[in-house]
C-alpha cells in the first residue's frame, strides 16, 4: 500500500525551526499549533497572529464571458463585483447542496482568483472546468503559482503598515489590491477567519519565507506570534463562520446553514442549483428546518462534533463543531437544533456528552465581535 506523500507548503522547513506540531489537512503538512493554543488564540485577539494559509486552493478565471461563466456556475452575483473587491459565496450541485465555500476576488475586469478550501479544492476546480463549457472563459489551476500568509488581530494595520505603502487605510472589508510588502509582489486583501481586522496577502512561494520573517520582524514590538490552525478553528467558531464539513455539506443547502443571503435570485439568466435553491427558500420561509444555533456550557466540559442535542429526554439536534472558548472561558458549540428550539434562552437544552446531558444555553451567533 504506497500513501500519497503530503504536501509541504513553501515555509515548512520555518515551521519546523521554530518547533511548531504539524498534522495532516486536506493533504497538506500543516502547522497544528507552535506552542500554547490558547496562547494564540488570544494573541489574535488582543494583539495579532502570523498564519501559513498556503494549503488555500487558488483558481484563477480569466476571459471576456468570466463574470458570465461564474455568475452561472456559482450562486452569487459575481458580475456585480467591482474590480478590487471581493464576495463570500458559495458553489452548490444541481440538487442545491453546498460543495463549497468560497471567496472570489475580482482582480481586474476579466479576471477573478477564487479561495477555495484545501479539501475541495480538486471538487471545485473540477465543477467549474465543467460549468465552463460553452463560455469564452479559461478555469486555471493555480494552487501551485501562490503562498498565502495571513496576519490577523487588532495590531495586524500597523504591522503590515511598516512595510508597505500601500493603501492601507483605503483597503475596505472584503476588498484586494496589488502591493508591495517588504520588497515582495503581493496581493494584499482584507479578508479573514478569526472575527478580527486583518490581511491576506497572497505572494510567489519563492518569497514566502523573506515575507514571513519581515512580518516576525515588523511584529515582535507588538506581540505578533505564529499561530497554527488549531487556534483558527477556535477564533473562527467564536466568530461563528462556518467551516465546511462541519456546518456546511452537500447534504446542506445555503438555506439550511442560515446562509440564504448568499443566494442572488434576482442576478440575470440560470446558475446550477436555481430550481432546487428556489425550492429550498420557500421551505425555510414556511417551516424552518434545523437552525444553526450556539451553545455555551454551563459546566466544564467540552462538546465535539456530532454529539447529540437533546431536550426532554428527545434529541433536537447535533453539535457541528465545539471547543474551549479562551475568550468566553467557558466550552461552546455551534449546532443544528429544530426550530422549536433554536431561540435565545430556551430552557431545558443540554448535550449528550458520553451518557449525561451537560446543560448549555441557546445563545445567537457569533459568540463573540469585535469592537469596532
Same mark, same amino acid.
Given at each position: 500500500?504506497?500513501?500519497?506523500?503530503?504536501?509541504?507548503?513553501?515555509?515548512?522547513?520555518?515551521?519546523?525551526?521554530?518547533?511548531?506540531?504539524m498534522t495532516d489537512f486536506a493533504g497538506w503538512d500543516m502547522?497544528?499549533?507552535?506552542?500554547?493554543?490558547?496562547?494564540?488564540?488570544?494573541?489574535?485577539?488582543?494583539?495579532?497572529?502570523?498564519?501559513?494559509?498556503?494549503?488555500?486552493?487558488?483558481?484563477?478565471?480569466?476571459?471576456?464571458?468570466?463574470?458570465?461563466?461564474?455568475?452561472?456556475?456559482?450562486?452569487?452575483?459575481?458580475?456585480?463585483?467591482?474590480?478590487?473587491?471581493?464576495?463570500?459565496?458559495?458553489?452548490?450541485?444541481?440538487?442545491?447542496?453546498?460543495?463549497?465555500?468560497?471567496?472570489?476576488?475580482?482582480?481586474?475586469?476579466?479576471?477573478?482568483?477564487?479561495?477555495?478550501?484545501?479539501?475541495?479544492?480538486?471538487?471545485?476546480?473540477?465543477?467549474?472546468?465543467?460549468?465552463?463549457?460553452? +463560455?469564452?472563459?479559461? @478555469?486555471?489551476?493555480?494552487?501551485?503559482?501562490?503562498?498565502?500568509?495571513?496576519?490577523?488581530?487588532?495590531?495586524?494595520?500597523?504591522?503590515?503598515?511598516?512595510?508597505?505603502?500601500?493603501?492601507?487605510?483605503?483597503? /475596505? #472589508? #472584503?476588498?484586494?489590491?496589488?502591493?508591495?510588502?517588504?520588497? %515582495?509582489?503581493?496581493?494584499?486583501?482584507?479578508?479573514? #477567519?478569526?472575527?478580527?481586522?486583518? +490581511?491576506?496577502?497572497?505572494?510567489?512561494?519563492?518569497?514566502?519565507?523573506?515575507?514571513?520573517?519581515?512580518?516576525?520582524?515588523?511584529?515582535?514590538? @507588538?506581540?505578533?506570534?505564529?499561530?497554527?490552525?488549531?487556534?483558527?478553528?477556535?477564533?473562527?467558531?467564536?466568530?461563528?463562520?462556518?467551516?465546511?464539513?462541519?456546518?456546511?455539506?452537500?447534504?446542506?443547502?445555503? +438555506?439550511?446553514?442560515?446562509?440564504?443571503? %448568499? @443566494? /442572488?435570485?434576482?442576478?440575470?439568466?440560470? +446558475?446550477?442549483?436555481?430550481?432546487?435553491?428556489?425550492?429550498?427558500?420557500?421551505?425555510?420561509?414556511?417551516?424552518?428546518?434545523?437552525?444553526? @444555533?450556539?451553545?455555551?456550557?454551563?459546566?466544564?466540559?467540552? =462538546?465535539?462534533?456530532?454529539?447529540?442535542?437533546?431536550?426532554?429526554?428527545? %434529541?433536537?439536534?447535533?453539535?457541528?463543531?465545539?471547543?474551549?472558548?479562551?475568550?468566553?472561558?467557558?466550552?461552546?458549540?455551534?449546532? #443544528?437544533?429544530?426550530?422549536?428550539?433554536?431561540? =435565545?434562552?430556551?430552557?431545558?437544552?443540554?448535550?449528550?456528552?458520553?451518557?449525561?446531558?451537560?446543560?448549555?444555553? %441557546?445563545?445567537?451567533?457569533?459568540?463573540?465581535?469585535?469592537?469596532?
Amino acid at each position: 500500500m504506497s500513501s500519497t506523500a503530503l504536501r509541504r507548503t513553501a515555509l515548512d522547513a520555518l515551521h519546523r525551526s521554530l518547533g511548531a506540531t504539524m498534522t495532516d489537512f486536506a493533504g497538506w503538512d500543516m502547522p497544528l499549533r507552535y506552542g500554547s493554543e490558547r496562547d494564540e488564540h488570544l494573541a489574535v485577539r488582543n494583539r495579532a497572529g502570523l498564519f501559513d494559509l498556503s494549503h488555500m486552493g487558488e483558481i484563477t478565471v480569466t476571459g471576456p464571458q468570466a463574470a458570465a461563466l461564474l455568475d452561472y456556475a456559482l450562486v452569487g452575483n459575481i458580475g456585480g463585483v467591482k474590480a478590487g473587491r471581493a464576495r463570500y459565496t458559495m458553489i452548490c450541485r444541481a440538487d442545491g447542496g453546498i460543495l463549497d465555500d468560497l471567496i472570489v476576488y475580482r482582480l481586474a475586469e476579466t479576471e477573478y482568483m477564487i479561495v477555495a478550501n484545501a479539501s475541495n479544492a480538486q471538487v471545485v476546480l473540477d465543477a467549474l472546468t465543467e460549468r465552463a463549457d460553452g +463560455f469564452d472563459a479559461a @478555469v486555471r489551476d493555480d494552487r501551485d503559482a501562490y503562498a498565502l500568509i495571513a496576519v490577523q488581530g487588532p495590531e495586524s494595520p500597523g504591522i503590515l503598515k511598516s512595510l508597505t505603502d500601500a493603501d492601507l487605510d483605503g483597503l /475596505k #472589508y #472584503y476588498a484586494g489590491l496589488p502591493g508591495t510588502v517588504a520588497g %515582495v509582489p503581493a496581493l494584499i486583501a482584507r479578508t479573514g #477567519y478569526t472575527g478580527e481586522d486583518g +490581511f491576506e496577502l497572497f505572494v510567489q512561494p519563492e518569497h514566502a519565507v523573506a515575507l514571513w520573517q519581515a512580518l516576525t520582524e515588523a511584529g515582535q514590538g @507588538v506581540g505578533l506570534v505564529p499561530c497554527g490552525l488549531s487556534c483558527r478553528d477556535t477564533l473562527r467558531l467564536e466568530a461563528g463562520m462556518p467551516l465546511y464539513g462541519n456546518e456546511l455539506s452537500t447534504s446542506l443547502t445555503p +438555506f439550511d446553514a442560515g446562509l440564504g443571503r %448568499v @443566494v /442572488k435570485f434576482d442576478k440575470e439568466g440560470d +446558475f446550477v442549483g436555481r430550481a432546487a435553491l428556489a425550492e429550498a427558500a420557500e421551505r425555510a420561509a414556511s417551516e424552518p428546518p434545523r437552525v444553526l @444555533v450556539g451553545l455555551v456550557a454551563e459546566g466544564r466540559r467540552v =462538546p465535539r462534533a456530532g454529539y447529540a442535542v437533546v431536550a426532554g429526554g428527545a %434529541v433536537i439536534g447535533e453539535v457541528t463543531s465545539g471547543a474551549p472558548s479562551p475568550t468566553l472561558g467557558r466550552p461552546i458549540a455551534m449546532a #443544528y437544533v429544530d426550530a422549536a428550539h433554536s431561540a =435565545p434562552g430556551t430552557p431545558g437544552v443540554g448535550v449528550d456528552i458520553r451518557g449525561s446531558h451537560e446543560p448549555y444555553e %441557546v445563545v445567537a451567533l457569533p459568540f463573540y465581535k469585535r469592537q469596532k
